[in-house]
DNA sequence: GCATATTCACGCGTTTTCGCATGTCCTTGT
DNA sequence: ACAAGGACATGCGAAAACGCGTGAATATGC
């Protein structure tokens, strides 16, 4: 006992002890939140703990890796440096994960999905809930985010996706084609069907900023009464009157809203699931896809028409 | 606590918990080496711990990554894929742990060089003894084989080595060139002083099988007495009057034999030193080369006659 | 064929690590 | 100006990880 500890300390004078892989794991974290507590939510652990990591590291290092500042710890140059080397680690850390989870053939355990908050309220819950009650055992995450989360990075297990084109290095599937068409309450259908020259306030996305293009001529003036940057706010915008908007058609008929001609429909970013190439072949993502695509082979009218 | 407790546990069921990357460097060295004893020395910690790590790594990815065999643990094709990942992961940490000692001004602490064992013998020594005189703060650590160390790996930061040319992407300086001859006892450098026709044992690398091209045409007669995979042993063969044996200058002259004109001189193997270049600016392996040049420089004549 | 050397498994006692609670300093907002 | 919240340091007690010793099974050598 006693000459194990004087070994240990002998050699903690001697060489420059290994850094820990954890600890370098912890340094990324910390670099990556900026401080204590957010580094530790990430790591799972108590905020001290990551302190004490990274006091540890720097000593078996012997170099300063974060400036402890009163707001938070900022990592000095060779802070990012052992930062940039451990995103590498994390990178093969995260290959190496998703290829085992692709050999996965259980129905147990975890999977994570992710899509629009809209498209999960208005379509997919009867995909969700139809699997779970197929596959007890799978323990479901569905993270609703209009985010495009990182398949890479492991966010996501699937992911279903409103978009022109799958993701570049990700194995996909187009769910449905879609259209969208102009939507608006009861009243503004009817004032715009009395009097089709009537003045028509749009409430449009704001990074469009611009009435749409492709209105019908007949109905020659408009103007942006507001814009958002959230399709929920436009559509409660189109539900309490506010305007037109234009939106896909399965939201506008999901949301009681009166389809109005002024823009005819015409093509909108279709729906598609993506995975990535690892994982796809994992036995519960392909069990999840069995019962999401012939889901949507039934009740692809909705999305056109 | 109780719900600390209840929290992890919990985590363990759902989610595939993330895998500790200090878990991740334990399966590579089990790997490696093969052995639960091996691999803890590696890491430097005991045996059991190795196996209790690796229960818990497969107990968090939830698959064998080892046969449990009576001779050793075997890794299964999990356990290779896992360990294929860690390596690339080694890689990105040596190379964080280079730069990060290519930066160090800092003249204490480890150093590790490594070259011949012969040459540390006859012409190394008053080097190493003049740098730990003048730098007694830095332990330095010399490693003896003739086994050319992986610098990436970080098996050594400097190396002293006898080839035609530097390492494929090592930094390196040329120290001193050679030339070799042939040697022999006294016994034997008289015989064939009084009888160049004598017939000639030869005591050659194994590696070579055969009498040294070049030799004098004077001495017409030759045969392999024996054969070596070592020179110290060649060496000791030529000082035991088994035969001549062609060895560089500096070690035949070095060693007490006689330098018989059978084999005249010629080019040999130089001396180098060398080093990867993320390590080679670092502060104590520039002061290694600053005593390690200037020497060379004033006893180059020993390697040429 | 028996002795020796490896190898791994298991249980115990200790060390180390960790989580929590408290205290301080600073910034932010009213 | 003063309250409120966030971020870090420190000390203490509990939990987890570790090292060590013992024992069994197998390969290796004389």
């Given at each position: ?24 794991h912890t340094v990324l974290c910390l670099v ?239 729906i598609w699931v993506v995975g990535h190439p ?28």
């Amino acid at each position: 006992m006693r000459k194990r500890v004087n070994m240990h300390s002998l050699c903690a004078n001697m060489h420059a002890m290994e850094p820990l892989w954890d600890d370098l794991h912890t340094v990324l974290c910390l670099v990556r939140r900026g401080s204590l507590a957010g580094a530790a939510a990430e790591l799972g652990v108590n905020y001290t703990t990551v302190a004490r990591r990274i006091s540890r590291v720097e000593a078996s290092l012997n170099v300063a890796l974060f400036d402890r500042l009163r707001d938070g710890y900022q990592p000095t140059e060779a802070g990012q440096s052992v930062a940039a080397h451990a995103a590498k680690m994390e990178q093969d850390a995260n290959a190496l994960i998703r290829q085992l989870q692709g050999q996965d053939d259980s129905l147990s355990g975890p999977l994570t999905i992710t899509a629009p908050q809209l498209l999960i309220a208005h379509g997919l819950a009867p995909v969700i809930d139809s699997f779970c009650a197929t596959y007890p055992e799978v323990q479901l995450h569905v993270r609703a985010t209009n985010d495009l989360l990182d398949l890479n990075k492991r966010e996501a297990d699937l992911a279903i996706r409103i978009s022109r084109e799958p993701g570049d290095t990700l194995t996909g599937l187009r769910l449905a084609e879609q259209r969208s068409a102009s939507f608006a309450d009861a009243t503004w259908a009817a004032r715009i069907a009395s009097n089709p020259e009537t003045l028509i306030d749009w409430v449009v996305y704001a990074a469009y900023k611009d009435v749409p293009r492709n209105v019908d001529p007949a109905y020659p003036n408009h103007r942006i009464r507001m814009t958002f940057d959230d399709m929920v706010a436009i559509r409660g915008a189109a539900l309490a009157g506010l305007g037109v908007a234009r939106m896909p058609m399965f939201l506008g008929q999901a949301s009681g809203l009166v389809q109005v001609p002024v823009l005819p429909p015409q093509p909108y970013a279709d729906i598609w699931v993506v995975g990535h190439p690892d994982v796809w072949p994992s036995a519960k993502v392909k069990a999840f896809r069995d019962i999401l695509v012939p889901h949507f082979r039934k009740t692809k009218g909705r999305f056109l028409h």
